[in-house]
């Protein structure tokens, strides 16, 4: 009997002894507390992921970002060009050049189906007025990103090395110009604005550029 009493008073010490080992080992607070907190809120959720987008497309700017400078859209806009997000065809003159970046709001939020209309001069300063070479419009994705594949645009008289675009939200159309940093005529071009500046980087090839469209709009 009191054996037996014994080898229960033995069990009952030893599952106080595993449950105390067992809190102590649940509970070295600070670290595994934080740990979990951190899991929780960078969980893939439903909400994480229809937000992501909004992310991308917030780091690429700082809000309120200012809006794009409008610009005079110049002598060659033509109507009605395809829809084209791949302007650089065999044959076209100047350095191939992929520009991607988003289209969002000052607030930074993207803005998907917005339409972005690009045409600009060839590697040697040449527009195709008879055609549509260099030309086209495309629509944003549903994280409001695009991308364009074109060249860099060569020099003609009186103008330093630009990109022509039109920005279409909600039926209200912007109407500008992209730069490129580091060309000399930049400085003598009196329509060139430093705001419109796209990030280039001559190290990839092609040579790769971004720049994020920023509207008027909340
Ligand atoms: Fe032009």
Redesign the pocket.
Known sequence: MMSRMRIALLALALTFVAACAGTTAASPSPTPLATSTTTASSAPTAAAAATQATTNAALACTAPAAPLVELTE???YKANPPQNATLRTAGVAGTPLTLTGYVVSTSCQPIANAKLDFW??DGNGS?DNSGYTLRGWQLTDQSGAYRLETVI?GL?PG?TE?I?FKVTVSGKTYTS?LFFPGVSQNASDSIYSTQMLVTLNTATSPVTGTFTFVVNVA
């Open positions: 110049g002598p060659y600009q001069a527009y645009p003609y103008r630009h022509h110009q």
